[in-house]
């Protein structure tokens, strides 16, 4: 696990001289892993993946990908083991899927037309396949430019905002296919997102950028872990005041209504048992617990100031 | 792999890209647009047009009609061409997909420059049918304008054609740089319209244009025996041979370059 798919060094760019896009990027993905790469709109994430790919001129710094510095010699070698989706998926709108699909085969070579089958099968595109793009959804784009990614079974997957788009359904399908090719292919994926609980749900490992800065970069474990020890519980009740006063006498923090919902933190799962049954005891109803997901108040905090 | 291998792909997927597009009909609308002009105007004047007996109709025919169109409107034609072929790639996003790829940018870039000189070249071809086709169908119409007397002078008149192709070469590389450069097309469409409007004009002045690569397509045809020759080769031909050589490499070291945003 320790072998880098991704690894960029003092990475900096710009896209005019006064500003500074990409400052110091210290990217780290390591093989086999599903990282997220996190950050508001605007703060570099499709320009880093630009860079990555060779498509801008770095001002400083290295990119190397499977170990290999990513220059002149090296690219042909480098991009054959890759395939991007960036940003909006490049198709031609006067062409059907099957054509779209054929263009990237015959660049790749050695792709077979079975192949191009598969991947549309596994995109969920088999019937539209005839279809002139033109006359595709957003969300249909989007598998489309993912399939085309997937062609030629490449050992990294980089993937610029792929959710994008895409309906509840689409998205739910689309974090399947990636945990599935992760964990049968290995593939390394790299999924750039604004959204953390995208990341949060696919990802093993994930990187917060903000203004072209990389704030924080682990494991989603370890940032789950950096958040505090208390979990934050929210619980419906039927007499939400009189639930208040009930668990101000247990020796609890933090203990508020928000919307007539109890908030309350614990120290363990074991403490929302004993919640429950001096709530129960008060002979007062319960219609829900939930653990409240404060990632999200750590990621806001991350990257605002 | 090979360097041509990838160029073949590339050639292979330019011709893909073109199925169904507005520059595909482009070519056969450019190519029938002024043989039916002449077919029309031979329809209305004919009995003026009649060849004194023994007189191939042929030439006065064709050599008119390849003189008095083709110059003029080469040069716009493959502005516009240039541009629509090219805006396909800038339409769909496609540079960024391309680069991104396994594949050397340069069988990208002259892949698909191959691509537009194919376009103008079949555009020639369409275009010399539609003439025969137009002159053929005059015969069977007006039999005394003697069409179907007389067989065509093909060397002839494909020589014209073939000057007029090549005095076009250098234009095709500075456009075809500019709308593979600019994803915008009034760029290369602005740019090249008007100074191919400025060639013509200039081309009046032959010792000025004759350095002016959209003045070319005209003097090719209107210099006739008084084109200055070097090594006994038409300076128009070697001035546009040049401009092409010199604009597709820069072009494409230029593009190699970019920062494709
Ligand atoms: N083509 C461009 N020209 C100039 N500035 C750009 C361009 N694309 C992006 N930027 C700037 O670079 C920064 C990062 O943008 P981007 O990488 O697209 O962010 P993200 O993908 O995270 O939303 C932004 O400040 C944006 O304004
Ligand atoms: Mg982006």
């Known amino acids: 696990m320790n072998e880098l798919v991704v690894e960029t060094k003092n990475l900096n760019f710009s896209y005019s001289k006064n500003k500074n896009d990409i400052q110091d990027l210290e990217l780290k993905v390591p093989k086999g892993s599903i990282y997220g790469f996190l950050g508001p709109n605007g703060s570099g994430k499709s320009t880093s993946i630009r860079l990555i790919l060779g498509l801008l001129k770095k001002n400083s710094g290295t990119v190397a990908l499977f170990g290999e510095l990513f220059n002149e010699q090296s690219r042909l070698n480098v991009l054959n083991k890759v395939g991007a989706l960036i940003e909006n998926p490049s198709l031609y709108e006067h062409l059907n899927a099957i054509d779209n699909l054929k263009i990237s085969a015959n660049y790749r070579q050695n792709i077979s037309s079975n192949r191009i089958q598969e991947v549309l099968e596994t995109v969920n595109l088999t019937k539209a396949k005839n279809k002139k793009i033109k006359e595709y959804s957003l969300g249909m784009k989007q598998r489309l430019g993912l399939a085309i990614s997937l062609l030629s079974n490449p050992e990294l997957i980089i993937l610029d905002e792929p959710t994008n788009g895409l309906d509840p359904k689409g998205i739910i399908e689309m974090r399947t296919l990636i945990k599935d090719l992760n964990k049968k292919f290995g593939t390394t994926i790299f999924i750039s997102s604004h959204l953390l609980s995208e990341i949060e749900k696919t990802c093993t490992h994930v990187g917060i950028i903000r203004n072209g800065k990389m704030l924080y970069q682990d494991t989603v474990a370890s940032l789950k872990d950096s958040k505090g020890t208390n979990i934050k519980v929210e619980i419906e009740v039927d007499n939400p005041n009189e639930g208040v006063s009930v668990l101000k006498n247990l020796k609890m923090e933090n203990i508020s209504l928000l919307d007539d919902l109890l908030q309350i933190e614990v120290k363990n799962k074991n403490e929302i048992t004993d919640v429950i049954d001096v709530l129960r005891t008060e002979g007062i109803h319960i219609y829900q617990v939930t653990i409240k997901n404060n990632l999200e108040e750590l990621f806001l905090s991350l990257t605002e100031n | ?261």
């Open chain 2, 1 to 261: 792999m090979s360097t041509i291998v990838y160029y073949t792909a590339s050639l292979k997927n330019e011709l893909i890209k073109l199925k169904r597009t507005f520059a595909f009909w482009l070519t056969i609308i450019s190519a029938i647009l002024f043989p039916i002009l002449f077919f029309i105007a031979y329809i209305f004047e004919h009995k003026t047009l009649v060849p004194a007996a023994g007189v191939n109709p042929w030439g006065k025919f064709m050599v008119t009609q390849i003189e008095n169109s083709t110059p003029f409107f080469i040069p716009m034609f493959i502005v516009l061409v240039t541009s629509l072929i090219m805006q396909i790639e800038h339409k769909s996003l496609g540079i960024k997909h391309l680069f991104a790829l396994p594949v050397p940018k340069s069988s990208i870039y002259f892949g698909k420059l191959s691509i537009v000189i194919l376009a103008i070249i079949v555009t020639y071809i369409y275009y010399y049918i539609a003439i025969l086709l137009s002159g053929v169908l005059l015969g069977f119409v007006y039999p005394d304008l003697g069409f179907l007397n007389f067989q065509p002078e093909h060397f002839q008149y494909l020589k014209i054609l073939m000057t007029s192709f090549v005095a076009s070469l250098g234009i095709i590389g500075i456009q075809f740089w500019l709308s593979f450069r600019f994803k915008n097309f009034v760029i290369p469409l602005g740019f090249g319209m008007f100074l191919a409007i400025i060639g013509i004009i200039v081309s009046q002045a032959p010792q000025q244009s004759i350095y002016f690569p959209y003045s070319f397509s005209v003097l090719s045809v209107s210099l006739g025996d008084k084109m200055p020759l070097i090594f006994g080769i038409s300076s128009v031909t070697i001035f546009s041979i040049l401009c092409f050589l010199i604009t597709s490499i820069f072009g494409y070291f230029n593009i190699k370059k970019l920062n494709i945003k």
